[in-house]
């Protein structure tokens, strides 16, 4: 008698349960009823995890079922009782609506294999769209009873039973809900964006919850876990060893380059997060960005990060890059795009767009800056301005011949000569930029004698 009033006592405790749950729901979606509204339900037990999503008032229709790899067991059922039947639809498991109603999909996935659930939503499509829903998540785990679950929204319920642990989250617009089993003696705070987990005995101080807040507005939602032994990024779950706010910027960063990227282009994740993040007192880099000169002022930097946010799966990663760039210079630059078709070494300069005129005739050939120093093409501008050139040494040294002087220079060396008996010293005088020789402006017009005004659309050059 005593064991059938416990078992009594437990089935009445639970079915309490269910229904404050299925309260909870309700109450969540009161205020959504016109949304597109899911309800998943995870269960977590030895033998594997299984997912139940209930999909509300689905109108009719033929919906594709994109289910996580390894996902099995798949089944489907309707409200109204009418036929439900998973097809195969090109290889993609398929479901077709006759008329508007609740539709409920459960598969099985493989027992948890660590702390953290990763990719186990299952998405609908329609028409080759991926259709929105408001969910809301919930675990029964019956294992962990003494370990709580984190993900990206507040928990609003979290409640301990003898054989199970029920956990719910407010709803959210997540297409993907990454879920992670937090460790004893480690708490959780929800940000603005996400979730960050700590030791109990060393709290996340205000000052890093701010700067973690203004940081993760700029990315999607992730766990982050800090003072950690070991650094770990994917997706959604970042762990990091210490709490540098400005570390996990550029971490975060990087990985929604590397998105967008492939794994044979990881030289422009690099060479994007070297411009962004490296100021210039830190040097030059090496590889195959170590020519990039830090030539931008944080606002810059700023406003390039903010730009390449802004990529979609449809655009090219080195157009949205160099057009970036551009942008922020009021200069046309194909850096990434030479980068790329080089596979090597290319230096980071941009091309004037201004029209120029030399002695009142238009030219085909563009002034550059580089290094924040404008530069012309030597032997386009020698030939416009009809002085004749002597090329020695495989186009390391050059004779130039003017009406009066006759002058000596020298390719990547700070030492020119004049009429073969005098030296002048000459910073970065002619220097090869994307295997083309240039020469500094300034002695353009200092050695070569040529007047240059800059207007708002044109270069003026002209023989003194």
Request: include cysteine.
């Amino acid at each position: 008698m005593k064991k059938v009033w416990i078992t009594f006592v437990t089935l009445i405790s639970i079915s309490f349960l269910l229904l404050l749950y299925q309260w909870t729901f309700v109450q969540n979606h009161d205020s959504n009823e016109k949304k597109d509204t899911a309800e998943v339900t995870v269960t977590i037990k030895e033998e594997g995890v299984g997912v139940l999503s209930l999909y509300k008032s689905i109108e009719p229709g033929t919906y594709k079922l994109i289910f996580p790899e390894g996902s099995s067991q798949l089944n489907c059922t309707l409200e109204s009782g009418a036929d439900c039947r998973i097809m195969d639809g090109n290889n993609t498991p398929t479901v077709h609506l006759e008329n508007e109603e609740t539709l409920t999909i459960s598969y099985q996935r493989e027992p948890l294999q660590r702390d953290r659930l990763m990719d186990w939503m299952m998405d609908l499509e329609k028409n080759d769209q991926t259709v929105d829903f408001s969910y809301t998540i919930a675990i029964q785990d019956y294992i962990h009873l003494d370990r709580t679950w984190a993900g990206l929204s507040e928990k609003t319920s979290d409640i301990r039973q003898e054989y199970v642990r029920f956990h719910q989250f407010s709803a959210v617009n997540q297409a993907s809900f990454p879920l992670l089993l937090v460790e004893k003696n480690r708490d959780f705070w929800m940000g603005t964006k996400g979730v960050v987990t700590f030791p109990e005995e060393k709290p996340l101080s205000d000052a890093f919850k701010k700067n973690y807040n203004q940081l993760a507005v700029d990315y999607p939602p992730k766990i982050v876990e800090v003072d950690k032994k070991e650094a770990v990024s994917n997706k959604y779950y970042l762990a990091f060893k210490d709490r540098s706010v400005p570390n996990m910027d550029r971490v975060m960063f990087e990985q929604f380059i590397s998105l967008y990227t492939d794994k044979n282009e990881k030289w422009l994740v690099d060479a994007l997060s070297t411009i962004i993040f490296t100021s210039d007192d830190q040097g030059e880099v090496s590889g195959p960005m170590e020519r990039l000169p830090f030539q931008f002022n944080d606002e810059q930097r700023e406003e390039l990060k903010q730009e390449l946010l802004k990529v979609k799966d449809t655009d090219s990663i080195v157009t949205a890059a160099d057009q970036a760039l551009s942008e922020i210079e009021g200069m046309d630059v194909e850096f990434f795009k030479q980068v790329q078709e080089n596979e090597g070494k290319t230096p980071l300069y941009f091309t004037y767009p201004k029209t120029l005129l030399v002695d009142g005739e238009e030219v085909d050939w563009k002034a550059v800056n580089w290094k924040k120093n404008v530069y012309y093409p030597f032997k386009a501008l020698t030939n416009s301005l009809e002085y004749p050139v002597t090329e020695f040494n495989k186009g390391n040294s050059y004779r130039v011949r003017l009406p009066n002087n006759e002058y000596r220079f020298y390719k990547d060396q700070s030492i020119f000569i004049k009429n073969e008996q005098e030296f002048g010293v000459a910073s970065d005088l002619l220097v090869k930029i994307d295997n083309q020789i240039f020469m500094k402006e300034q002695y353009v017009k200092d050695l070569l004698g040529v007047d240059i005004v800059e207007k708002q659309n044109m270069i003026l050059m002209q023989k003194k």
